[in-house]
């Protein structure tokens, strides 16, 4: 039988801890819904009553859902971020008088992504890395090993490509004025396409973690 020490099982409680902030920060599996009810009920309402309903309606269902995190005492910081990102999109579709436009932050802001990923390879601060590790306290050790940054690399690289993609498939729908199809395409190309990158993102912190343990740039775990 295996015996757990005190030091691993402390070990364990904080890592449990962690992965639930992460969760209730992200807004669990209700905040997955949420996201994309907004964009949804915009789609549906525009159609029906035009660009003010649709636009009317987003925002109700963003403040809607707010409210109802802050009544139930749950975490409401992925609701405010909604509610200011339904806003600004709102924003500029009323001032343009287009509905197509309600997504136009959301296209440019996947290509930004996608070049910001690209160019964080070129000069050798893959995000995927420096971002994981700034967060979980583990500096930048892991630049020290080629193959570790490799790894980060890939992972950052699959962000890119995945950003890239919801950039030209959302900005030929935005082209072709294909409202209804961009809003299946930003709640369909969001957070599976996120669910799959932080799989290359997971993968890359493993086989990073374990190249840096077996050269001796971090300290294996306690048996």
Same mark, same amino acid.
């Given at each position: 039988?295996?015996?757990?020490?005190?030091?691993?099982?402390?070990?364990?409680?904080?890592?449990?801890?962690?992965?639930?902030?992460?969760?209730?920060?992200?807004?669990?599996?209700?905040?997955?819904?949420?996201?994309?009810?907004?964009?949804? @009920? #915009?789609? +549906? *309402?525009?159609? =029906? &009553?035009?660009?003010?309903?649709?636009?009317? !309606?987003?925002?109700?269902?963003?403040? $809607?859902?707010?409210?109802?995190?802050?009544?139930?005492?749950?975490?409401?910081?992925?609701?405010?971020?909604? @509610? #200011?990102? +339904? *806003?600004?999109? =709102? &924003?500029?579709?009323?001032?343009?008088?287009? !509905?197509?436009?309600?997504?136009?932050? $959301?296209?440019?802001?996947?290509?930004?992504?996608?070049?910001?990923?690209?160019?964080?390879?070129?000069?050798?601060?893959?995000?995927?890395?420096?971002?994981?590790?700034?967060?979980?306290?583990?500096?930048?050790?892991?630049?020290?090993?080629?193959?570790?940054?490799?790894?980060?690399?890939?992972?950052?690289?699959?962000?890119?490509?995945?950003?890239?993609?919801?950039?030209?498939?959302?900005?030929?729908?935005?082209?072709?004025?294909?409202?209804?199809?961009?809003?299946?395409?930003?709640?369909?190309?969001?957070?599976?396409?996120?669910?799959?990158?932080?799989?290359?993102?997971?993968?890359?912190?493993?086989?990073?973690?374990?190249?840096?343990?077996?050269?001796?740039?971090?300290?294996?775990?306690?048996?």
């Amino acid at each position: 039988m295996q015996i757990t020490s005190p030091q691993e099982t402390a070990t364990a409680v904080q890592t449990a801890d962690r992965k639930k902030s992460a969760l209730d920060q992200a807004g669990g599996v209700k905040g997955v819904v949420y996201s994309a009810l907004p964009a949804l @009920v #915009f789609v +549906v *309402a525009n159609s =029906a &009553g035009g660009l003010k309903v649709g636009i009317l !309606a987003a925002l109700l269902v963003a403040c $809607g859902i707010a409210v109802q995190r802050l009544m139930r005492r749950e975490s409401i910081q992925p609701a405010l971020g909604g @509610v #200011f990102g +339904v *806003a600004i999109a =709102a &924003g500029v579709s009323w001032y343009t008088g287009s !509905a197509k436009d309600f997504f136009l932050i $959301g296209i440019w802001a996947s290509l930004a992504g996608a070049v910001a990923f690209v160019l964080s390879v070129a000069l050798r601060w893959p995000l995927a890395g420096l971002i994981w590790n700034s967060t979980t306290g583990k500096g930048t050790v892991w630049r020290a090993d080629k193959r570790s940054r490799i790894y980060y690399d890939v992972a950052t690289l699959v962000l890119a490509a995945l950003f890239g993609a919801r950039f030209a498939v959302q900005q030929y729908l935005y082209q072709a004025d294909e409202v209804g199809s961009l809003g299946f395409a930003k709640i369909a190309m969001g957070y599976p396409l996120l669910a799959v990158g932080l799989l290359a993102v997971a993968w890359a912190v493993r086989a990073s973690d374990n190249r840096l343990k077996a050269v001796g740039l971090l300290p294996t775990e306690q048996t």
